[in-house]
Structure formats: C-alpha cells, structure tokens
C-alpha cells in the first residue's frame, strides 16, 4: 500500500541550464517523459504528492493533469533554495496537510529510485527526524523532512536546496544506506537519459536492497 502519511514534493521548477532544453519533458527509452517517469515512481509509493513549477510552465504541456495538485514557485529562478521555500510556505498554511508526519523533496529527474527504498525511507521517517538515504557513501535523494522543520524550510533563501536545515540539525539526521544507485542518478545532461539508466540497472540487478541505517544522537533544537 502506498504511504499515506508522508507527502512528496516533487522540485520540479529547475532552469535545465546544463541540459540545454526543458528535461522534465525530455523522452526516456519507455516513451515516457522524465517527469512523468518520476511521477509514476512516486504514485507507486506515496498517496499524496505536490508538484513545484514555474510561473510560467503550461501544466498540460508538461503532462500534468487537473488531478495532480500543483504549487507554482514564484521565486524558482533564484534556485532550489527558493522553490523548497515557496513549497513549503505554502504547506504550513495548508491545514490539510497539518496530519503528515513528513515530507519528502524528490527531485523532478531522479525516476530510478526503488520501491524497497521507499519502503525503507517511510519506515524510518518520524515529525522529528531527517532522513536522508545514502548510496556507496554518498548522500543522495529523496530526504524525508520531519514536520517539525517544515517552518525552518519555509525560510529557505538560497540556491543550494535545504542543505542548510541538514547541516544545522545534522544530529537529527538518520543517514540510511542502500544498495540502490537510484537515490543518486539525476540527469544533468542529454547523454545521462540513456547512462543513467543503464548504469542503475546494472546495478540493481539481481536488485537486493542492504540497509544500514546511522542514528545520529538526538538533541534539543
């Protein structure tokens, strides 16, 4: 059963700068579109999902359907720290979403991410934890935010993301490995559509998910 607890948000507000064309709408080896590919990721996993666009995207051109619930990210061209930003300034003012015991920042190009990941991310996931899922020693995505910081990413003012909000509570994080490349292949470039994916099934298969996972201790914030 997918989750129903933790909301997805799906950073899809990118400038594609080094792709050099739209990439959310760029074609994979299955015909579908990078986007929709990671949506139908995510919809296999999560019941509830918020996409984050640009002012002036066209959501049909994107493939997104009246059903898909949408947040448009006024600020997206200053960068990822922004759009987090506006999403969740957004969701802290939503009360319909005041239940959820987290959210997770998917980025809009990573469609390779397993089942058994998300499994494994929602399990672990608490209002007062980060958990951030790791691959060969790398950090990777998507992080799982505890409720208890959606405000501190609603401040958000720059172009890196929400590494600040790890960095500040990085005895909060819970770091999680797995034997899944999916959680750390993005397309930057045209060529990554095809190297990526390769390389992430190759990896994966025979697929045999090994979690470790690191609790950091907890302190008061």
């Not at 898909?68 to 987090?84: D, E, F, K, N, V």
């Not at 750390?184 to 045209?190: G, L």
């Not at 190297?195 to 045999?208: D, E």
């Amino acid at each position: 059963m997918p989750c129903s607890d933790i909301i997805v948000i799906v950073m899809a507000a990118g400038q594609s700068s080094r792709f050099g064309s739209d990439k959310r709408v760029a074609r994979l080896d299955n015909g579908e579109t990078l986007l929709s590919s990671t949506l139908q990721t995510i919809q296999k996993n999560f019941s509830n999902r918020r996409v984050v666009i640009k002012p002036e995207d066209n959501p049909l051109s994107l493939g997104l359907t009246p059903a898909h619930q949408i947040i448009i990210s006024q600020c997206s061209h200053l960068g990822l720290g922004y759009s987090i930003s506006d999403a969740f300034r957004q969701l802290c003012s939503d009360e319909s979403v005041h239940h959820f015991r987290a959210a997770a920042v998917w980025l809009a190009d990573l469609p390779w991410v397993s089942g058994e990941t998300c499994n494994v991310l929602t399990k672990t996931a608490t209002p007062d934890s980060i958990v951030q899922p790791l691959h060969q020693g790398n950090p990777g995505h998507p992080v799982v935010f505890g409720r208890k910081f959606w405000s501190e990413l609603a401040l958000l003012e720059n172009d890196r993301g929400a590494s600040p909000v790890i960095k500040k509570h990085s005895k909060r994080v819970i770091h999680v490995s797995l034997n899944d490349p999916g959680v750390c292949t993005d397309v930057d470039y045209p060529d990554d559509l095809t190297k990526s994916l390769k390389n992430t099934r190759s990896a994966q298969a025979p697929y045999k998910n090994t979690t470790k996972i690191t609790l950091k201790a907890k302190t008061d914030f």
